[in-house]
């Protein structure tokens, strides 16, 4: 099976050993690709999908069912516990133009189900992950304004809503999945009550993006001696922009042509905003723009960015196909220069440094970036799509030691993580270094933090390094011609390989067993019309000029010789003003070559000698077809010539010799054979056949030096002008314009006439092997097989009917299956049944091994799985599965050991390390898995488990809530990542958001944020700074008078009973009347954030009273509140549990996720 391809070119093979069909093919404009969890990457191609796998750079399954472009493709996610009853799959969702959705079964390459709603192209696809019930539900934006929740499994729609504008796209909030974000047509629609039981009640928030509104008491003025900015910084102050509810006037400054929109997984609450030449982040809490990552005019478009959720950072997509990587900066100054800089300044936009790029490629009208997609695993790798149909496949590689960074340019260095999977690197313990992005770079220091002592760091470096390489194919048209088949003479070294001729002039050949691309080689100036082998490796390749006024062209015959890539001009300087060639014929025995020319008489060339033998006379007939006869007299002129070299051979032994010598005959004699083929001694007698305008059959005999003409047939009647002969054995095939097919059987001297109704016969050809009677025939609407020696069909395709593309070229690959060539860019190999490329995925056979887990029976992946995390029957850790006595079946056993064989080296050596410990191997084991939710998992358990063992050795006391104390005083630099939101320890997520509002500070431009920011300040505890923004408000704005008394009220807010009774009162009485963040507000000035936590979840608001318990409360009083969110999210109607494990995880409740983990069976942790 196998599949090559192209969008204006693009090729993909695999290997033929082992497959049914394949396919080589064209990549449609800005065609669709996706990334999963499993580790493999589907690219959408015309109205097909190919599975690529990354390590190998190999296309490992086709997916054809589609009739129009796939437009968009989407993996399923992989965050559910995986046993028997849920096993590792490979599920696939695609969309194309005429609005169907496909959810595929991608190991069987069979379609699960086929979702139709509208006949318009889908805009946009995703699958659900917020709840533990069902993994099938898929959600997509059908055009103009609809989103449909489908589910997947059964193809059934649950809801559908409608929108006012047209929808090009959303994106799902990672930390809070009822809200979700639609780029529409005009702004963003922000909805924050999606659910999967039913659709969103209301139609959203709608926000449009543009310039500030200028406002005196916002607007600072600049100071006099600063000088005017330049370049970055212009750019920098063109997009300080906002999100305000109003449609913005023709006069102001608004940023169209929005190329995309997505949540931050790093953080939560943050969205990019991507431009052609900038990139916003907003803060959502504050509706303002607080970072920009800003082009200066000379630099390069951006066309596609992709944030990461292991570090804050972006990769970046430009138009000249160079990805750049940008990590957020610390936002912990350095000392020596928190004192100079400008204030606003040095607070702070949130900056994104450029620390790695790839090398560009060359952009030319038909050679420009499509798309990249990064591994989500890892985030460390990334593949892009070229339209020329190559996938480009880059890796993110850590280099350590002192780099030279330039002063001026801001850079602080970024130093390697002083961990491995979760845990303390020991001294001796092995590890991969580029193992994944948060174990390159270590985590982004925020202000108040202190850096580690540079002793118990490494100084990294990043850099793009090119680890594989699919190549496409050119444009459209192709010649192709496969080699000579396999006999039992050259089955030594026989080696299946495609030529492929382009239309500009390169010769592609592919070796079909490995399915690379063996050589391409620059053999013409122009479009190569017909390529014909002469040996295993060798051939002749025409191509022909435009014509000129007169008609006439330049022709080009190449001879090319395959080992060396040499080529030469076969006819010498003949071929410039001349009539075009319409083809060239190889004899049987590969010794002549017939030449015909559309306007001129054919040539007859000696093809081992090069020499012309005859150029027939001006009144030579016009050729319409041409074949040569597989009959010859070799065999009887061979017999002559050893005979006679075996009385020569007798004739040199003496007698005494003559007994030694008998046993060396056949030896001897097969080397005169293989001399005297090489020496091409030997001028068999060939014959070949050719039409006139006329249909009249013409019989030419060549031998040597002399050409002989034969015998002539009046033409059928019953046919029309000949296009095409086939001559195999003892029957002759005639194809001709009308679509009739002529069959005559030699030796019977019978022919048999039939009407195919297909129109004018293009080409056709026998299948090789002998007494393989099965024969090709090429129609301008599509290609048949036909069986001569029953004179039936045996497959058919028909471009409308279940083909979408019209055939170029045809021939056969091996006796049983046949290569065609598409207008849609693709040689397609396939069985003579010509149905879908697609097959068993697991009954392949890939020349590399490819290492997915997926690909296994769900019984040998868990097998798999346990026996990489735990060997208890043995002291040391082995990669030999097939030693292991188990009760399982040694087939079973064979494939489960390919997979562990396909391990890298590094990989191998990591897993038999004995330093390794247990937990950074159950985190190890769920990353090669790409196992989403064991990841989660593992990374959370982890790191609380070791945390919480370490603070027990360090205290004296047992209780939980001092133990969370002595937690809390942690390293900052042990802290678990900020994408993991309110799992975090509690002091570090309190730095956090206080580093965040001193930046929403900065950037507020409005008297609304001013006031956001005061009430973020008044929960966070920082009363003195709130106290001076409610002092800002201007004496014109209708909320002067209620700031001034918030003001005054902070600051003498006091300990009192009675004023803590009253302002308890009051805020109950608040919230009562549904003033609910009023209400939570005066608590925590009087030191009642338990109480208003206890408010927010009685009103739902779960999520912001999480936010609040860890920002306010002790741990004891947090642990309580977020004990209690636990209980709410494994209520059946919220049914999140493995979020629940999540948050018990980071209280130390380990006895509790233990039962909890027990009741839902979930044995392998």
């Known amino acids: 099976m196998q599949q090559l391809a192209s969008n204006v070119a693009s090729l993909y093979i695999l290997p033929l050993r082992g497959r049914k069909n394949s396919q080589l093919k064209l990549l449609p404009t800005r065609e669709p690709s996706s990334r999963g969890w499993q580790g493999l990457i589907a690219q959408g191609c015309h109205s097909s999908i190919l599975i690529i796998d990354p390590k190998t750079a190999q296309t490992i399954q086709v997916l054809e069912r589609h009739k129009a472009n796939v437009v968009k493709v989407k993996w399923s996610r992989e965050n559910y516990y995986h046993n028997l009853s849920s096993p590792y799959c490979l599920r696939l969702a695609s969309g194309d133009a005429s609005g169907k959705i496909i959810v595929w079964d991608v190991v069987s390459g069979t379609a699960h189900c086929e979702i139709q709603e509208h006949s318009k192209p889908i805009q946009d696809l995703e699958w659900l992950w917020n709840q533990d019930v069902s993994r099938d539900l898929l959600l997509a934006v059908h055009p103009p304004n609809y989103i449909?929740?489908?589910?997947?499994?059964?193809?059934?729609?649950?809801?559908?809503?409608?929108?006012?504008?047209?929808?090009?796209?959303?994106?799902?909030?990672?930390?809070?999945?009822?809200?979700?974000?639609?780029?529409?047509?005009?702004?963003?629609?922000?909805?924050?009550?999606?659910?999967?039981?039913?659709?969103?009640?209301?139609?959203?928030?709608?926000?449009?993006?543009?310039?500030?509104?200028?406002?005196?008491?916002?607007?600072?003025?600049?100071?006099?001696?600063?000088?005017?900015?330049?370049?970055?910084?212009?750019?920098?102050?063109?997009?300080?922009?906002?999100?305000?509810?109003?449609?913005?006037?023709?006069?102001?400054?608004?940023?169209?042509?929005?190329?995309?929109?997505?949540?931050?997984?790093?953080?939560?609450?943050?969205?990019?905003?991507?431009?052609?030449?900038?990139?916003?982040?907003?803060?959502?809490?504050?509706?303002?723009?607080?970072?920009?990552?800003?082009?200066?005019?000379?630099?390069?478009?951006?066309?596609?960015?992709?944030?990461?959720?292991?570090?804050?950072?972006?990769?970046?997509?430009?138009?000249?196909?160079?990805?750049?990587?940008?990590?957020?900066?610390?936002?912990?100054?350095?000392?020596?220069?928190?004192?100079?800089?400008?204030?606003?300044?040095?607070?702070?936009?949130?900056?994104?440094?450029?620390?790695?790029?790839?090398?560009?490629?060359?952009?030319?009208?038909?050679?420009?970036?499509?798309?990249?997609?990064?591994?989500?695993?890892?985030?460390?790798?990334?593949?892009?799509?070229?339209?020329?149909?190559?996938?480009?496949?880059?890796?993110?590689?850590?280099?350590?030691?002192?780099?030279?960074?330039?002063?001026?340019?801001?850079?602080?260095?970024?130093?390697?993580?002083?961990?491995?999977?979760?845990?303390?690197?020991?001294?001796?313990?092995?590890?991969?270094?580029?193992?994944?992005?948060?174990?390159?770079?270590?985590?982004?220091?925020?202000?108040?933090?202190?850096?580690?002592?540079?002793?118990?760091?490494?100084?990294?470096?990043?850099?793009?390094?090119?680890?594989?390489?699919?190549?496409?194919?050119?444009?459209?048209?192709?010649?192709?011609?496969?080699?000579?088949?396999?006999?039992?003479?050259?089955?030594?070294?026989?080696?299946?390989?495609?030529?492929?001729?382009?239309?500009?002039?390169?010769?592609?050949?592919?070796?079909?067993?490995?399915?690379?691309?063996?050589?391409?080689?620059?053999?013409?100036?122009?479009?190569?019309?017909?390529?014909?082998?002469?040996?295993?490796?060798?051939?002749?390749?025409?191509?022909?000029?435009?014509?000129?006024?007169?008609?006439?062209?330049?022709?080009?015959?190449?001879?090319?010789?395959?080992?060396?890539?040499?080529?030469?001009?076969?006819?010498?300087?003949?071929?410039?003003?001349?009539?075009?060639?319409?083809?060239?014929?190889?004899?049987?025995?590969?010794?002549?070559?017939?030449?015909?020319?559309?306007?001129?008489?054919?040539?007859?060339?000696?093809?081992?000698?090069?020499?012309?033998?005859?150029?027939?006379?001006?009144?030579?007939?016009?050729?319409?077809?041409?074949?040569?006869?597989?009959?010859?007299?070799?065999?009887?002129?061979?017999?002559?010539?050893?005979?006679?070299?075996?009385?020569?051979?007798?004739?040199?032994?003496?007698?005494?010799?003559?007994?030694?010598?008998?046993?060396?005959?056949?030896?001897?004699?097969?080397?005169?054979?293989?001399?005297?083929?090489?020496?091409?001694?030997?001028?068999?007698?060939?014959?070949?056949?050719?039409?006139?305008?006329?249909?009249?059959?013409?019989?030419?005999?060549?031998?040597?030096?002399?050409?002989?003409?034969?015998?002539?047939?009046?033409?059928?009647?019953?046919?029309?002008?000949?296009?095409?002969?086939?001559w195999k054995g003892d029957t002759l095939v005639l194809g001709d314009v009308d679509g009739n097919l002529n069959f005559w059987d030699l030796k019977a001297r019978l022919s048999r006439g039939i009407p195919t109704h297909r129109g004018w016969v293009k080409k056709i050809r026998f299948a090789p092997g002998k007494g393989n009677q099965k024969l090709l025939v090429m129609y301008t609407d599509g290609a048949e097989v036909w069986d001569t020696k029953e004179v039936q069909m045996v497959s058919s395709m028909r471009i409308g009917r279940n083909v979408n593309y019209r055939v170029l070229d045809i021939d056969w690959c091996t006796s049983d299956k046949v290569v065609l060539a598409s207008d849609d860019g693709c040689i397609r190999v396939l069985e003579m049944a010509m149905k879908s490329a697609s097959y068993r995925m697991d009954e392949q056979d890939l020349t590399d091994s490819v290492w997915c887990p997926y690909l296994l029976l769900p019984r040998a992946a868990l097998t798999l799985k346990a026996f990489l995390l735990l060997q208890p029957w043995s002291g040391t850790f082995t990669m030999d599965i097939t030693q292991v006595d188990y009760n399982e079946k040694d087939e079973i056993k064979g494939l489960i050991q390919e997979q562990l064989n396909s391990l890298s080296n590094d990989m191998k050596s990591v897993l038999q390390d004995p330093e390794l410990s247990l937990l950074q191997r159950c985190l190890l084991v769920s990353r090669l898995f790409g196992d989403e939710s064991d990841l989660h998992f593992w990374a959370v358990a982890s790191h609380y488990l070791q945390a919480f063992a370490q603070a027990r050795q360090l205290s004296v006391a047992t209780a939980e809530g001092q133990v969370q104390s002595e937690l809390a005083q942690q390293s900052p630099q042990n802290h678990l990542d900020i994408c993991h939101d309110v799992l975090c320890e509690s002091s570090y997520f309190q730095k956090f958001q206080l580093d965040r509002v001193h930046l929403q500070e900065v950037k507020r431009s409005s008297y609304e944020h001013t006031k956001k920011c005061a009430d973020q300040l008044l929960l966070l505890g920082q009363t003195d700074r709130a106290v001076q923004l409610l002092l800002e408000t201007s004496a014109d704005n209708p909320s002067y008078y209620c700031d001034s008394l918030k003001a005054c009220l902070v600051t003498t807010i006091t300990s009192s009973g009675p004023s803590q009774s009253t302002i308890k009162l009051v805020a109950t009485n608040m919230i009562a009347n549904g003033k609910l963040a009023e209400g939570v507000q005066l608590l925590c000035l009087i030191d009642k954030a338990a109480d208003a936590c206890r408010y927010l979840q009685t009103y739902g608001e779960w999520n912001r009273a999480a936010w609040l318990a860890k920002v306010r409360l002790s741990p004891a009083e947090s642990s309580d509140v977020l004990k209690r969110w636990a209980e709410h999210l494994c209520s059946p109607q919220v049914n999140q549990k493995s979020k629940a494990i999540l948050v018990l995880l980071s209280l130390g409740c380990f006895y509790k996720v233990g039962e909890m983990l027990h009741r839902q069976a979930v044995w392998n942790m």
């Open 148 to 726: 449909v929740l489908w589910n997947g499994d059964t193809g059934t729609k649950l809801w559908k809503k409608s929108y006012a504008e047209n929808i090009l796209s959303f994106s799902f909030d990672p930390f809070d999945p009822s809200n979700m974000a639609l780029l529409t047509s005009e702004g963003i629609v922000f909805i924050t009550d999606f659910s999967h039981s039913k659709p969103p009640g209301s139609a959203g928030k709608k926000v449009y993006i543009a310039s500030p509104h200028a406002s005196p008491a916002h607007t600072k003025p600049a100071p006099t001696a600063a000088p005017a900015p330049t370049g970055a910084k212009k750019a920098l102050n063109k997009v300080k922009v906002l999100i305000t509810n109003e449609k913005p006037t023709a006069e102001a400054v608004t940023l169209n042509d929005c190329l995309q929109l997505s949540y931050l997984p790093s953080k939560r609450n943050h969205m990019l905003l991507l431009y052609p030449r900038e990139i916003l982040i907003l803060d959502l809490e504050l509706s303002q723009t607080v970072g920009v990552v800003a082009i200066e005019r000379s630099g390069v478009p951006f066309i596609q960015v992709i944030p990461c959720a292991q570090r804050d950072a972006l990769y970046c997509l430009h138009e000249n196909g160079c990805i750049t990587l940008r990590v957020c900066r610390s936002t912990a100054a350095p000392e020596e220069a928190s004192g100079a800089a400008d204030p606003e300044q040095s607070a702070q936009e949130l900056v994104y440094d450029l620390r790695s790029q790839c090398d560009a490629i060359r952009v030319t009208k038909t050679v420009r970036p499509y798309r990249m997609v990064i591994c989500p695993v890892n985030e460390n790798n990334a593949a892009l799509t070229v339209s020329d149909g190559r996938v480009m496949l880059w890796e993110l590689k850590a280099y350590t030691g002192r780099v030279a960074v330039n002063p001026s340019s801001g850079l602080s260095p970024l130093y390697s993580p002083v961990s491995f999977c979760g845990s303390p690197l020991g001294p001796n313990q092995k590890h991969i270094q580029n193992l994944s992005l948060n174990s390159m770079i270590g985590q982004t220091l925020i202000a108040g933090e202190a850096p580690l002592p540079s002793s118990n760091q490494q100084e990294v470096q990043l850099k793009f390094l090119l680890t594989g390489l699919l190549s496409g194919l050119p444009l459209p048209p192709f010649a192709i011609r496969m080699c000579p088949p396999l006999t039992t003479k050259n089955i030594n070294h026989y080696q299946p390989m495609l030529a492929v001729g382009t239309s500009n002039g390169s010769v592609l050949v592919y070796n079909l067993t490995s399915g690379l691309l063996h050589k391409e080689l620059s053999v013409h100036s122009c479009e190569v019309r017909g390529i014909e082998w002469v040996s295993l490796t060798s051939f002749l390749s025409f191509a022909t000029s435009s014509p000129n006024n007169m008609g006439l062209v330049r022709n080009e015959l190449q001879h090319v010789d395959l080992p060396t890539g040499r080529c030469f001009a076969f006819r010498g300087e003949r071929g410039n003003d001349e009539p075009p060639i319409e083809m060239i014929k190889v004899s049987h025995l590969k010794q002549y070559l017939v030449v015909v020319f559309r306007d001129k008489p054919l040539e007859l060339w000696d093809i081992r000698t090069g020499t012309l033998l005859r150029e027939m006379a001006k009144n030579f007939p016009t050729v319409t077809a041409l074949e040569w006869s597989p009959s010859h007299n070799l065999k009887s002129l061979k017999k002559k010539q050893m005979a006679a070299r075996e009385a020569m051979a007798r004739q040199t032994v003496s007698d005494a010799e003559q007994n030694s010598v008998e046993s060396s005959v056949i030896s001897l004699l097969q080397d005169a054979e293989s001399k005297s083929e090489t020496s091409q001694a030997i001028s068999a007698r060939e014959h070949f056949v050719f039409t006139d305008t006329d249909g009249q059959v013409y019989h030419i005999t060549v031998e040597g030096n002399t050409v002989k003409d034969g015998a002539r047939i009046p033409p059928d009647g019953s046919m029309g002008s000949i296009a095409c002969i086939a």
